[in-house]
């Protein structure tokens, strides 16, 4: 296969992985949200003990 033939199967490859992942993400919306809120949750309790067992 030449340059161009790569170039036109990964351009069709993208458009189709972005397709699923656009697809998922909205079948998957409330889950993604308690993730993330579960995820900064435990982010800023690593952050507020590292600043409070910084001060010895």
């Known amino acids: 296969m030449r340059t ?7 351009w069709v ?3 189709l992985g972005r397709w699923v992942v656009k697809r998922k993400l909205t079948q998957n919306r409330a889950k993604l949200g308690a ?9 800023g309790g690593l952050a507020a003990a590292r600043a409070a067992g910084g001060d010895d």
């Open 13 to 15: 490859v993208w458009q």
């Open 35 to 43: 993730a993330a809120t579960v995820a900064l949750v435990l982010v």
């Open 4 to 10: 161009r033939g790569y170039t036109v199967l990964g």
